[in-house]
């Protein structure tokens, strides 16, 4: 058994389920975020899809230095000339290649015959190969495949150049004593299978991705596949944070653990989190507001005894913090910026310039500034250009009337006021935006208020998503004033829809 390595496909499998779209300065914001968090391989996207997905994975492959870059591409030659040419220049490219290998997907969905997916098979890793020694090919729905028929398929793929095979569960059908079985069937009974290294990647459909994956770390598999907080297609992938845990809880069981520096986690799920516009289930395993919160008499008393009681990990293990006041409205800006050190954040020093006008405006507005907060205040920051900046708002409500609103936006040197007529605050404000912006047509899909510490005057969180051609802009903001949050998310928004 070997170091177990992990390959992240936030950017791809997460990225390309619905709502989890994101723009480049957020791809990239999300890459260097992976880097630091230690992954081994960035799967950066899916090359041939768009031009979008051809420039993210460039330009990522062009900035990250210490992970190898993938690019997906099926088992077409000109896919897989795009996969190369967006990954050539990386620290160290990968191509990953697929084709599937079910009898259900070779006969209605390729329509092809058995022996035609190992010809291409062959054909294609062996055109991949020429490109780089770093290819992996991947049986998509492999665990609904015949085991022989997956056997003759790695061969085929070993044999032409393949260093990784990886086995999807890419209907989340499977086990995890069926994909342990697999793994340990296909290393003893595929020529050479010690000249590639086995894989697994999981989907979510039944609630086992994450036991799955282990399944597969206990028959073998020296990679596992997942997402930052389990994005991914229907019920998602496994869940990065999840399955690294549970070997780093359990070495144990799992032999030599992965790289990952877990303090990063938190931070990288938020990050996640927040650039799509949405947030942890509060029972979110590792990551959810309730994770390490004990509420039960008979819970609190053991914790308080001994944490050991209750807690098989501690929050600071995976980065939460937990200590209270740490700086307040006298700190000045390098206590600031040494703090943001000692919580894990790189800024530059423009954006500890900005982060730090931000801190001082919360300062005067709320009495207890907390790690918890300073981390929502320098969570995704700068990932769009903001054309339209808030100036001030008013409202007023008038009883059966509705609401009435004024707002005040520059763009650029211009100041605009606008006043429009709603159901509510946010309704009118909004309509009021819509007059000074004029964006394409959109619908509001979804939209979410969380409190980011305790108390009344804690910091109001709020992220939302527009609907436009078929795309979805997500938006955060983030004020003591939960109206004000409520604007500058839609803002957020909009500034993308704009750009
Ligand atoms: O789920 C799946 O089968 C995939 C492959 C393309 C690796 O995502
Ligand atoms: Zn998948």
């Not at 190898?68 to 490219?93: F, G, M, Q």
């Not at 190992?118 to 998509?140: D, G, H, L, P, Q």
Request: glycine share 8%; net charge negative.
């Amino acid at each position: 058994m070997g170091r177990i390595k992990i390959f992240d496909t936030t950017l791809r499998d997460g990225e390309q389920s619905p709502g989890c779209s994101m723009n480049l300065a957020e791809k990239l914001q999300v890459a260097t975020q992976l880097e630091k968090l230690g992954v081994d391989v960035i799967e950066a996207g899916f090359a041939i899809s768009s031009p979008g997905d051809f420039e993210s994975v460039k330009s990522i492959a062009e900035l990250v230095k210490n992970c190898t870059v993938a690019s997906l591409s099926r088992a077409l030659e000109k896919d897989i000339d795009a996969a190369w040419e967006a990954v050539k220049n990386a620290a160290d490219p990968r191509i990953h290649t697929f084709i599937a290998t079910s009898p259900v997907h070779m006969e209605y969905k390729l329509k092809m015959t058995p022996e035609q997916v190992i010809e291409r098979t062959a054909a294609m890793v062996k055109y991949a190969a020429k490109y780089t020694s770093n290819v992996e090919f991947s049986c998509e729905d492999a665990m609904r495949s015949d085991p022989d028929f997956l056997v003759r398929v790695c061969d085929t793929a070993i044999k032409n150049g393949a260093k990784v095979l990886n086995i999807p569960d890419t209907v989340g059908y499977t086990t995890p004593n069926e994909m342990r079985e697999m793994i340990e069937y296909l290393i003893k009974n595929v020529p050479n299978s010690d000249k590639a290294e086995f894989s697994v990647h999981c989907h979510n459909d039944l609630g086992m991705a994450v036991a799955n994956s282990l399944g597969g770390v206990l028959g073998g598999a020296l990679q596992i596949e997942c997402t930052v907080n389990g994005l991914g297609e229907r019920a998602g992938n496994t869940s990065l944070e999840e399955v690294v845990m549970a070997m780093n809880t359990r070495p144990d069981l799992y032999g030599e653990l992965p790289r990952i520096d877990t303090k990063q986690i938190y931070r990288t799920s938020k990050l996640v989190y927040n650039i799509i516009g949405q947030s942890a289930p509060h029972n979110k395993p590792i990551v959810g507001a309730n994770a390490f919160a004990h509420e039960s008499g008979i819970h609190q008393h053991g914790v308080l005894a001994n944490k050991s009681t209750y807690e098989i990990m501690t929050p600071e293990s995976v980065g939460v913090q937990t200590n209270q006041m740490v700086l307040g409205k006298h700190s000045g800006k390098h206590a600031f910026s040494e703090h943001l050190k000692q919580l894990g954040y790189d800024l530059t020093d423009d954006q500890i310039v900005e982060a730090f006008g931000r801190f001082k405006d919360l300062c005067d507005k709320k009495k207890t500034v907390t790690d918890g907060d300073i981390e929502a205040l320098v969570s995704n920051t700068a990932t769009v250009e903001e054309k339209y900046k808030l100036v001030f708002f008013d409202v007023k409500t008038m009883g059966k009337m509705g609401v009435g609103s004024t707002i005040c936006l520059k763009k650029d040197n211009e100041f605009i006021e606008q006043t429009s007529l709603g159901d509510g605050s946010i309704d009118s404000l909004y309509a009021a935006i819509d007059k000074i912006v004029q964006p394409p047509e959109h619908v509001l899909d979804k939209f979410k208020i969380n409190a980011v510490s305790e108390g009344q005057d804690t910091l109001g969180e709020v992220t939302l998503k527009l609907q436009s051609n078929g795309k979805s802009y997500s938006g955060r903001g983030l004020s003591t004033d939960i109206i004000e949050a409520g604007i500058m998310a839609y803002l957020n928004a909009i500034n993308k829809l704009m750009q």
